[in-house]
Protein backbone atom coordinates (compact mmCIF):
# COMPACT_ATOMS: atom_id res chain seq x y z
CA UNK A 1 0.00 0.00 0.00
CA UNK A 2 1.28 3.00 -0.99
CA UNK A 3 2.46 5.49 2.04
CA UNK A 4 2.68 2.69 4.25
CA UNK A 5 6.08 2.20 5.78
CA UNK A 6 5.59 -1.33 6.99
CA UNK A 7 4.81 -1.74 2.82
CA UNK A 8 8.09 0.01 2.30
CA UNK A 9 10.13 -1.99 4.30
CA UNK A 10 8.72 -5.03 2.65
CA UNK A 11 9.52 -3.74 -0.67
CA UNK A 12 13.07 -2.97 0.58
CA UNK A 13 12.19 1.00 -0.38
CA UNK A 14 13.05 1.52 3.69
CA UNK A 15 16.13 -0.58 5.52
CA UNK A 16 14.75 -2.59 8.42
CA UNK A 17 16.99 -4.67 10.86
CA UNK A 18 15.45 -7.96 9.41
CA UNK A 19 15.50 -11.35 12.07
CA UNK A 20 13.22 -13.71 10.99
CA UNK A 21 11.11 -14.05 7.49
CA UNK A 22 9.02 -16.49 5.76
CA UNK A 23 6.38 -16.62 2.77
CA UNK A 24 4.18 -14.33 4.31
CA UNK A 25 5.71 -12.60 7.08
CA UNK A 26 8.66 -10.15 8.11
CA UNK A 27 10.29 -9.69 11.71
CA UNK A 28 12.36 -6.49 12.35
CA UNK A 29 14.27 -4.29 14.86
CA UNK A 30 11.47 -1.38 16.49
CA UNK A 31 14.15 1.55 15.77
CA UNK A 32 12.48 2.83 19.50
CA UNK A 33 12.88 -0.18 21.14
CA UNK A 34 11.44 -0.73 24.77
CA UNK A 35 14.12 -2.97 25.30
CA UNK A 36 17.14 -4.66 24.16
CA UNK A 37 15.57 -6.69 21.03
CA UNK A 38 12.19 -5.29 20.60
CA UNK A 39 11.07 -6.54 17.50
CA UNK A 40 7.90 -5.85 15.09
CA UNK A 41 6.12 -8.89 13.04
CA UNK A 42 4.31 -8.50 10.24
CA UNK A 43 2.30 -9.87 7.40
CA UNK A 44 3.97 -8.88 4.31
CA UNK A 45 0.10 -8.56 2.79
CA UNK A 46 -1.18 -5.26 4.00
CA UNK A 47 -3.82 -5.41 6.69
CA UNK A 48 -4.62 -2.06 9.00
CA UNK A 49 -5.15 -3.92 12.20
CA UNK A 50 -7.26 -7.36 13.53
CA UNK A 51 -11.05 -6.21 12.64
CA UNK A 52 -9.55 -6.16 8.78
CA UNK A 53 -8.79 -9.85 8.60
CA UNK A 54 -9.70 -13.18 9.14
CA UNK A 55 -9.10 -15.28 12.58
CA UNK A 56 -6.53 -17.31 10.25
CA UNK A 57 -4.56 -14.45 8.97
CA UNK A 58 -4.13 -13.22 12.71
CA UNK A 59 -3.27 -16.26 13.69
CA UNK A 60 -0.68 -16.92 11.55
CA UNK A 61 0.75 -13.80 12.87
CA UNK A 62 0.64 -14.86 16.35
CA UNK A 63 2.27 -18.32 15.06
CA UNK A 64 5.39 -15.76 14.10
CA UNK A 65 5.25 -13.88 17.35
CA UNK A 66 5.57 -17.40 19.04
CA UNK A 67 8.94 -18.30 17.19
CA UNK A 68 10.05 -15.11 17.06
CA UNK A 69 9.45 -14.90 20.75
CA UNK A 70 10.86 -17.76 21.30
CA UNK A 71 14.31 -16.98 19.47
CA UNK A 72 14.55 -13.90 20.91
CA UNK A 73 14.48 -15.53 24.22
CA UNK A 74 17.27 -18.26 23.29
CA UNK A 75 19.71 -15.66 22.13
CA UNK A 76 19.64 -12.92 24.76
CA UNK A 77 18.68 -14.95 27.69
CA UNK A 78 15.69 -12.78 28.44
CA UNK A 79 13.66 -13.17 31.54
CA UNK A 80 10.38 -12.80 30.31
CA UNK A 81 8.26 -11.73 27.54
CA UNK A 82 5.34 -9.19 26.59
CA UNK A 83 3.75 -8.95 23.64
CA UNK A 84 1.51 -5.56 23.08
CA UNK A 85 -0.84 -5.28 19.61
CA UNK A 86 -2.46 -2.05 19.52
CA UNK A 87 -5.65 -1.66 16.93
CA UNK A 88 -6.19 1.76 15.52
CA UNK A 89 -5.92 5.15 17.33
CA UNK A 90 -7.89 4.24 19.90
CA UNK A 91 -6.15 1.09 20.94
CA UNK A 92 -2.88 3.39 20.31
CA UNK A 93 -1.71 1.77 17.07
CA UNK A 94 0.33 4.88 15.51
CA UNK A 95 1.41 2.58 12.26
CA UNK A 96 -1.60 1.23 10.83
CA UNK A 97 -0.62 -1.68 9.09
CA UNK A 98 -1.37 -4.52 11.72
CA UNK A 99 2.50 -5.79 13.84
CA UNK A 100 2.57 -7.82 17.07
CA UNK A 101 5.41 -6.35 19.60
CA UNK A 102 7.33 -8.81 20.82
CA UNK A 103 9.35 -7.39 23.76
CA UNK A 104 12.12 -9.23 25.51
CA UNK A 105 11.89 -8.92 29.37
CA UNK A 106 14.07 -8.52 32.59
CA UNK A 107 12.82 -7.84 36.24
CA UNK A 108 13.44 -4.11 36.46
CA UNK A 109 13.49 -3.27 33.32
CA UNK A 110 12.32 0.03 32.46
CA UNK A 111 8.57 -1.11 31.77
CA UNK A 112 5.44 -0.55 33.32
CA UNK A 113 1.77 -1.78 33.30
CA UNK A 114 -0.54 1.07 30.92
CA UNK A 115 -3.45 0.27 32.94
CA UNK A 116 -4.05 0.86 37.20
CA UNK A 117 -5.34 -2.06 38.97
CA UNK A 118 -8.65 -1.50 40.58
CA UNK A 119 -11.61 -4.18 40.82
CA UNK A 120 -14.91 -3.80 38.88
CA UNK A 121 -18.10 -3.80 40.88
CA UNK A 122 -20.05 -6.81 40.78
CA UNK A 123 -22.61 -5.10 39.02
CA UNK A 124 -20.31 -3.63 36.44
CA UNK A 125 -19.15 -7.34 35.77
CA UNK A 126 -22.65 -8.89 35.34
CA UNK A 127 -23.95 -6.30 33.07
CA UNK A 128 -20.75 -6.32 30.69
CA UNK A 129 -21.26 -10.17 30.96
CA UNK A 130 -24.78 -10.22 30.08
CA UNK A 131 -24.36 -8.24 26.99
CA UNK A 132 -21.53 -9.86 25.55
CA UNK A 133 -23.42 -13.49 25.77
CA UNK A 134 -26.89 -12.50 24.89
P1 LIG B 1 2.22 1.01 17.21
O1 LIG B 1 2.20 2.20 18.12
O2 LIG B 1 1.77 -0.25 17.87
O3 LIG B 1 1.50 1.28 15.91
O4 LIG B 1 3.76 0.75 16.90
C1 LIG B 1 4.47 1.20 15.80
C2 LIG B 1 5.91 0.86 16.07
O5 LIG B 1 6.64 0.96 14.85
C3 LIG B 1 6.60 1.81 17.06
O6 LIG B 1 7.08 1.04 18.18
C4 LIG B 1 7.74 2.43 16.26
O7 LIG B 1 8.90 2.59 17.02
C5 LIG B 1 7.93 1.40 15.15
N1 LIG B 1 8.49 1.93 13.91
C6 LIG B 1 8.07 2.99 13.21
N2 LIG B 1 8.80 3.14 12.09
C7 LIG B 1 9.69 2.13 12.09
C8 LIG B 1 10.74 1.73 11.19
N3 LIG B 1 11.02 2.41 10.07
N4 LIG B 1 11.48 0.64 11.50
C9 LIG B 1 11.21 -0.07 12.63
N5 LIG B 1 10.25 0.26 13.52
C10 LIG B 1 9.51 1.34 13.25
ZN1 LIG C 1 1.31 -1.69 4.73
Redesign the pocket.
Given at each position: MRDC??C??IAGE????KIYEDEHHLA???????SKG?S?VIPKEHHADIHSMSAAQYGAIAAVAKTVADLLQGKLKSEGTTI???NREAG?????HI?M?VIPRWEGDALHKPWDIAPASEEELSSIHALLTE
Open positions: IFKIIPSKFLDIFPAHLFQMWQTVFHH
